[in-house]
């Protein structure tokens, strides 16, 4: 079977370096094994959708070296490739769901739901049996002040195990674990979790590599592929990158974003080499094309452990960003 990967970035700002790792994987795992690759651009959460970034995150992806068959700017025979141009796929993914009748309106906000419950202060939790029985108290009241519900998959009760790639066996009870799946949010978007398996079916994708903050979505992704009668592709999930300070890189606070680097004069080819190193895929970093690095990508190398980035890497690169 002919591999087809894809990279989906959500154009909520400028790429940064744990992006452009990730991305950076997913194109030598496709270009490896003589795939396709796709890039297909998440744009479904408006109100976060930086606009600029939608054709500029394309634009630091090409200067790092990265290439695409199919995609917004080259298309392709699944096209749209942006998310907010699909949205007929999603609605007739809705129906079939709907169909079966496990799709049901939730009036309850998520303030509601963290009452509800004794989910770690700031978390939301697990929606199952108790938050069923409180939506249903509460619906009438929420119909009759004219609140708009989201739409939520009834998930069965079952276990889903699977093997990751790279992150190795995975189990997650459906109504513990994952509990029923928001699949159209309350402010009218679609939601995550249902357009990633309507593409990644529509687009014929065989294996999803992304970072590991997305392990825990993949069981309920699983569910959504049961539902619709379709095999899921395998999963492969990358341990992320850490700033300096051992936190999350975040697009939102513009940390180390591949624009800020190239406007200071980094070449692509040290990001690149910076990050082959950061993997275990060179003993040093060293200067090479995207190109050039595929030589070295081999998984089995890859090192398991989150990396965290120090001072004398940032150095490295040449320029210090703002
Ligand atoms: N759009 C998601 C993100 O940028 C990635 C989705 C996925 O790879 O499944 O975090």
Redesign the pocket.
């Known amino acids: 079977m002919l591999y087809r990967g894809r990279y989906?970035?959500?154009p909520t700002g400028w790429l940064h370096l744990g992006n452009a790792r990730t991305a950076l994987v997913a194109w030598w795992r496709a270009r490896s094994l003589r795939g396709r690759f796709i890039l297909r651009v998440?744009d479904l959460d408006r109100p976060r959708t930086v606009v600029e970034a939608v054709s500029g995150n394309l634009d630091e992806l090409r200067w790092l070296g990265i290439d695409w068959d199919e995609g917004p700017d080259v298309g392709g025979p699944h096209a749209p490739y942006l998310q907010s141009e699909r949205e007929d796929l999603y609605r007739a993914t809705l129906d079939r769901l709907r169909v079966k009748g496990s799709i049901f309106e939730c009036y309850l906000s998520r303030k509601e739901l963290r009452e509800l419950s004794s989910a770690p202060h700031g978390q939301t939790p697990t929606y199952g049996p108790s938050e069923r029985a409180a939506n249903e108290r509460a619906t009438r009241r929420k119909v009759q002040g004219g609140k708009s519900p989201s739409l939520r998959y009834r998930v069965p009760d079952t276990v889903i195990e699977f093997e990751d790639a790279w992150a190795g066996p995975q189990a997650a009870s459906a109504l513990t674990d994952i509990g029923d799946i928001v699949v159209y949010r309350a402010d009218g978007a679609w939601a995550y979790q249902l357009a990633?398996v309507a593409d990644d079916i529509a687009m014929g994708v065989t294996e999803?590599v992304?970072g590991d903050d997305?392990l825990p979505s993949t069981a309920a992704q699983i569910l959504l592929y049961r539902a619709l009668g379709a095999a899921p592709p395998s999963f492969a999930h990358l341990p992320l990158l850490k700033g300096t300070d051992g936190g999350r890189l975040s697009k939102r606070r513009g940390s180390l974003t591949l624009k800020a680097l190239r406007e200071v004069g980094v070449p692509a080819g040290r990001v690149v080499g910076l990050l082959a190193y950061s993997l275990g895929l060179l003993e040093n970093p060293a200067e090479l094309s995207a190109a050039e690095a595929l030589r070295h990508f081999d998984p089995s190398h890859i090192v398991w452990t989150p990396f965290r980035l120090a001072e004398p890497h940032l150095a490295w690169l040449g320029a210090r960003p703002k």
């Open positions: 989906a970035p959500s998440e990633v999803v992304r997305l």
